[in-house]
């Protein structure tokens, strides 16, 4: 059964700062997608980024990245220049490929607090 | 527009009383999803339903059922609510296209107190 794990509950820093977060994940497919997703304030949770486990460039998109450890099942999530509107609740996620493969899961995720 | 809605955004209810929970979107997006979420436990799955009448449990669906009779709308019903159920409740799209790496569409969620 596939499983989604966050180990930091929260993370403070301050502005302009990069913040690392951690997720690894089991399991079994071959072929599987990471994704990271952000719950606001208001209780929004918005997509942030997406990793494909057969590419093995790191994705990027704006100030977020990823770093696909593969052989360590894991994907942190890197904010580099933090912003105090980046305060939020930070969920790693995992969807499984193949025929069944359209069950997502989630990690207990991360909150992050940006400080001025 | 690209849009997943839920109502109501608020609910109280007694334990007992039946309880239904609505989400529409408007992407035409075949996979459809309950999720809840408690603090401490993230997201968790309750149903997905892959079109109309082809549901599937998640991770938790005791307590739950859903029903989805058109692509756009998919309900979750729980019968005879407990008081364990207070949670806040989302709901989900994604389109499927043959591969799984499509992101979600969330909408803004359900609070619900079952007192």
């Known amino acids: 059964a596939q499983k989604v794990t966050q180990t930091q509950t929260s993370i403070s820093v301050m502005e302009k700062t990069t913040v690392t977060m951690d997720c690894v994940y089991e399991?079994?497919?071959?072929?599987?997608?990471l994704f990271w997703y952000k719950q606001t304030a208001s209780g929004e949770i918005v997509f942030l980024i997406r990793?494909?486990?057969?590419?093995?460039e790191n994705a990027t998109v704006g100030h977020y990245s990823l770093n696909f450890q593969k052989p360590k099942s894991s994907i942190g999530l890197i904010i580099t220049a933090t912003q105090i509107e980046d305060s939020a609740v930070y969920f790693c996620?995992?969807?499984?490929?193949?025929?069944?493969?359209?069950?997502?899961?989630f990690g207990s995720g991360t909150r992050l607090l940006v400080s001025p | 527009d690209m849009k997943v809605t839920q109502m109501p955004r608020y609910l109280i209810k007694r334990m007992g009383e039946n309880v239904l929970l609505e989400c529409g979107q408007d992407?035409?997006?075949?996979?459809m999803y309950w999720y809840r979420q408690d603090p401490g436990l993230g997201l968790q799955l309750i149903y997905i339903?892959?079109?109309?009448?082809?549901?599937s449990e998640g991770d938790i669906p005791k307590g739950y059922r859903v029903s989805r009779k058109k692509r756009e709308h998919f309900s979750l019903i729980l019968d005879s609510a407990k008081t364990n159920q207070t949670s806040v409740y989302f709901c989900?799209?994604?389109?499927?296209?043959?591969?799984?790496?499509?992101?979600?569409?969330f909408g803004h969620g359900t609070k619900l107190s079952v007192l």
């Open positions: 399991t079994q497919d071959s072929s599987y997608f």
């Open positions: 339903s892959y079109d109309v009448d082809s549901n």
């Open positions: 989900a799209s994604s389109p499927n296209r043959g591969i799984s790496n499509e992101r979600l569409f």
């Open positions: 996620a995992m969807r499984e490929g193949g025929t069944g493969g359209y069950k997502v899961v």
């Open positions: 992407m035409s997006h075949e996979t």
């Open positions: 990793q494909d486990s057969y590419k093995k």
